[in-house]
């Protein structure tokens, strides 16, 4: 999200403003005209912030739409988790944890 303030800006000369404000397309000052000219504020949402809200939702559906499954299979004593899967887990993780922790793994 960008969040301009055109009003705080008046005379106020910063490093850098002046090439800022040549990289600014025709088009979008021609939003701002439209918005009511000089002075207005404006602020610019990105088509991605939609989409990452929707993947976040979708994502957290699927988990819901799983722990229910492995509550049912646990309910019904249906449930086998595989061994070997969950020890490599706890084998990665560890290793992970000691590689960011910038301390050698214990032996």
């Known amino acids: ?3 301009d303030n055109r009003n705080e800006l008046g005379a106020v000369s910063t490093p850098g403003a002046k090439g800022a404000a040549g990289v600014e397309s025709g088009s979008r000052k021609g939003v701002d005209n439209l918005a009511g000219g000089k ?12 989409k990452i809200a929707g993947a976040q939702s979708q994502d957290a559906a ?3 739409a ?9 309910a019904q004593g249906s449930y ?3 061994a070997e899967a969950i020890s490599k887990g706890i084998v990665t993780d560890a290793l992970a944890n000691a590689a960011t922790a ?3 793994a214990r032996k």
Do not use: F, N, T
């Open 1 to 3: 999200m960008k969040i």
């Open 39 to 50: 002075g207005a504020d404006r602020a610019e949402l990105s088509g991605l912030a939609g």
């Open 62 to 64: 699927d988990r819901a």
């Open 66 to 74: 799983k722990v229910e499954q492995l509550r049912v299979q646990v």
């Open 80 to 82: 086998r988790p595989d």
């Open 102 to 104: 910038g301390g050698p």
